[in-house]
């Protein structure tokens, strides 16, 4: 790795009133406040469906009679984003936390993500250059042209960590201003506490009783942002703004929308996403207790009926014809197929060649070969893909869980032929969502089934059946390395990883071509932080078999078994300690730190009861260098996890409670997808299909999680999903530590077995 440059992380200080337009609007009983980019081409998204004596002006903020209104443009779907969100506005506002509420951001492009593209920079997250920096400015203008409001690539905070700051401040600037016009009272003497404007005197203004006022103030030439030694809500556990309803069972799901007269829909499916009905015989169904019609839809039949259960049932009892691949080898035959494709033909990229492996290699000492591979792996949310829509006198409302509401709009416009104001995208609280909800599948086909019974209220429910076999799945993959070690170092690493292309099956279900290669094929291999004087990383592409999809961490959750597997490899081989190998290499401060710490935690080193073994996973990921070691031991009932500790790097934790139960999350999500997670294809179609086939770890199962958090990192990073790919490689690594048997398959479950 080229050396980086050594520079300090930017702080946000003066932004100039040019770059940014700050307004409030009076409105009956309040203002809207809120901040907007300079030369937007992208209206106010609050504009449409307003009621009479209402206004507003900018998208991130309402203050009216009932108090503040944060509105977060990113999904929630238990990672606690719009809980962080609202923070970053509330803190510049000055708001007490029990008074704020939120809303989810409407459909627009408004709420693009302009931080989802920094990835295909092609510059590793750990090059601070000025070159580097400028790349990743650069991807700012696809991705505003491109608009995406998705949720995903752990980007809601770094997206939002500038934008909702400079939004609470301009709503405090123009309060505070108007105070003063009122009381007379220099701005500079004037303070803020508690939602309230604070006089020398001691007396509060209401921020609700200055909207009127604060909409005629001509705003400052310049904004200010708390410096954080300030800050009194970011930086602190707070309470989740979702937390009460989860706990007490009134949050609303879209599974809970229940309107007057709804029929209920359930589909029988093709065997997999993409399958077109080519005939189908309904007359066993249609006359079973409860249903009331079968409508033919994109990718199945629908079933209408009183209710779920007789929805699936019926549906059940349809048989239908699809169109589907001529040929769709089992697992065994593609994996057959890699093995054939590392070749020029299927070269897609080399994304990093330093020094010349070939030539280390020729020297022929303490050279290593090792093959890896792992399986297909479902979403498998523990909420199936669902929706309730109504089309009724030209307006179109669907309530659905989606990390991309604006293309569920769109979908909406072409199916229904309404425009986008006739359109209303209710984005409820998601059960899981892991990249799965970023697709519009499950959304088409209600919108369908609503047009198709216009005036009546539907609501469409997959089965778990349908929702593990019509999947957009996470790769299978298999990857090839060479490892030398000299002098007890790695001196020569060549990695090829061979998948189909995650990238290019997404975006061709939206209709977007993917230009060049797929940096996902390699993600997490090419730009690790290991100092290697010949290190190359090439990615191979393969045909895609089944459709495939964003999985949480994406290329990232194989990669890092494959790259840090043959770490642990190369160590052992040469018989260093594991932890000192990956060290002797990593010169990048924050991975040595977060493997420092989490060495720390599990003592590593230290001395164990018998019978114990542990094993170290390491991966930089989304920015966010994640070190994690497993303890395990050899118990009656098979192989018992003990511990897991895991240190990362977020740069600035805006909330550590929640960056905690991320981590959390995210290990486990890993785990399971080490110990059991496979999906397998037999005579063309996929055979898991519930629960018993295709599980997830239990509470009995997990270990005990700990967590540290550290913030050496330059920039602000998301944790959603860099939990997620240590996990592989910190057990594997501890089965081999344990057993000896080095495991180069995934799940582990097939060759040794788990309590």
């Known amino acids: 790795m080229a050396k980086q440059d050594k520079k300090p992380r930017s702080t946000i200080g003066k932004i100039a009133r040019r770059t940014f337009l700050i307004g ?21 998204p609050l504009d449409d469906g307003l ?52 809303e989810h951001g409407p459909p627009s492009k408004a709420y693009y993500n302009a931080a989802l593209l920094e990835e295909m920079s092609g510059y590793p997250s750990i090059d601070n250059s000025s070159k580097a920096a400028r790349a990743r400015g650069l991807t700012q203008i696809p991705a505003k042209f491109i608009a995406l409001q998705v949720t995903g690539g752990s980007t809601s905070v770094a997206d939002g960590y500038e934008k909702m700051r400079l939004a609470g401040a301009a709503a405090r600037r123009a309060l505070v201003a108007a105070a003063a016009g009122r009381s007379g009272i220099d701005a500079a003497e004037l303070t803020t506490r508690g939602g309230a404007v604070i006089l020398p005197s001691g007396a509060a203004i209401a921020y609700a009783d200055l909207a009127m006022e604060a909409a005629k103030i001509k705003l400052p030439k310049a904004l200010e942002l708390k ?93 239908a014809e699809f169109d589907v691949p001529e040929t769709l080898p089992s697992s065994e035959a593609q994996f057959a197929a890699f093995a054939d494709n590392f070749n020029v033909d299927h070269l897609d990229s080399t994304k990093r060649n330093d020094g010349d492996v070939e030539a280390a290699f020729n020297g022929g000492d303490g050279v290593i070969e090792r093959e890896y591979r792992v399986p297909y792996l479902a979403h498998a949310t523990m909420e199936p893909m669902n929706a309730a829509a109504h089309l009724q006198d030209g307006q179109f409302d669907v309530w659905i869980g989606t990390q991309s509401p604006l293309s569920v709009q769109q979908a909406a416009e072409k199916i229904t032929g309404l425009g986008a104001e006739n359109i209303h995208v209710h984005t409820m609280l998601m059960g899981g969502g892991f990249g799965r909800r970023t697709e519009t599948d499950y959304a088409v086909q209600a919108i369908e089934i609503a047009k198709a019974v216009k005036g009546t209220p ?29 002098d007890g170092k790695a001196h020569a690493l060549d990695g090829q990883f061979m998948c189909a292309s995650t990238m290019s099956s997404a975006m061709s279900r939206q209709g977007m071509p993917v ?30 078999q089944l459709p495939l999809g964003y ?25 260093i300690d594991p932890l000192e190998f990956r060290l002797q290499s990593i010169t990048h401060m924050p991975s040595r730190k977060v493997m420092e710490r989490v060495a720390e935690m599990s003592n590593w080193g230290g001395n164990l009861p018998s019978g114990h073994a542990r094993g170290l996973g390491f991966c930089l990921s989304f920015g966010v260098p994640s070190a994690q070691v497993i303890e395990i031991t050899q118990s009656g009932e098979g192989i018992k996890l003990i ?14 409670r929640n960056i905690e139960a991320q981590v959390f999350g995210g290990m486990s999500f890993g785990l399971t997808a080490a110990i059991m997670g496979e999906i397998t294809v037999e005579n063309g179609a996929v055979v898991q299909g519930n629960f018993d086939e295709y599980d997830s770890l239990r509470m009995y199962q997990a270990p005990a999680f700990e967590v540290a958090i550290l913030e050496n990192e330059p920039h602000i990073r998301g944790i959603g999903e860099p939990g997620t790919p240590p996990a592989a490689p910190a057990l594997a690594n501890a089965v081999f530590a344990l057993t000896g048997q080095r495991i180069r398959e ?3 479950g097939k060759s040794v077995d788990f309590a």
Request: hydrophobic share 40%; glycine share 10%; proline share 6%.
């Open 746 to 748: 995934l799940p582990l």
């Open 51 to 102: 009621t009479e004596g209402e206004a507003a002006l900018t998208p991130y903020v309402k203050i009216d009679a009932g108090g503040v209104t944060i509105i977060t443009p990113r999904a929630e779907m238990g990672q606690g984003a719009q809980t962080t969100l609202a923070a970053l506005v509330a803190e510049e506002l000055d708001m007490p936390w029990a008074d704020v509420k939120i």
């Open 643 to 656: 511990r897991a500790c895991a240190a990362v790097d977020v740069g600035t934790a805006l909330d550590p």
């Open 515 to 544: 230009p060049g290669a797929d940096s996902s094929t390699v993600q997490a291999a090419w730009d690790q932080p290991f100092d290697i004087p010949h290190y190359r990383i090439r990615g191979y592409h393969s045909p895609q």
């Open 458 to 486: 539907i609501k469409l429910t997959w089965s778990r059946e349908n929702d593990t076999r019509c999947d957009v799945y996470r790769p299978m993959a298999m990857a090839r390395l060479k490892g030398q070690v000299k």
């Open 227 to 319: 410096p954080k030694s300030d800050w009194k809500l970011l930086g602190k556990s707070l309470p989740r703004l979702d937390m009460i309803g989860k706990a007490t069972g009134t949050a609303e799901y879209s599974l809970d929308v229940r309107l007057p007269n709804m029929l209920y829909a359930a589909v029988k499916m093709g065997p997999m996403i993409g399958a077109k009905l080519r005939r189908h015989d309904a007359s066993a169904a249609k006359d079973m207790p409860g249903v009331k019609g079968i409508i033919p839809i994109s990718g199945g039949v629908a079933v209408l009926a009183r209710n779920s259960w007789a929805a699936m049932q019926a549906a059940g009892e349809i048989t």
């Open 24 to 44: 409030s609007v009076a409105v009956a009983g309040g203002a809207a406040f809120g901040v907007w980019r300079y030369k937007t081409p992208y209206g106010n």
């Open 551 to 575: 999985w949480r961490s994406v290329g990232a959750s194989q990669n890092a078994f494959f790259h840090d597997s043959m770490m642990d490899e190369m160590a052992h081989d040469a018989g």
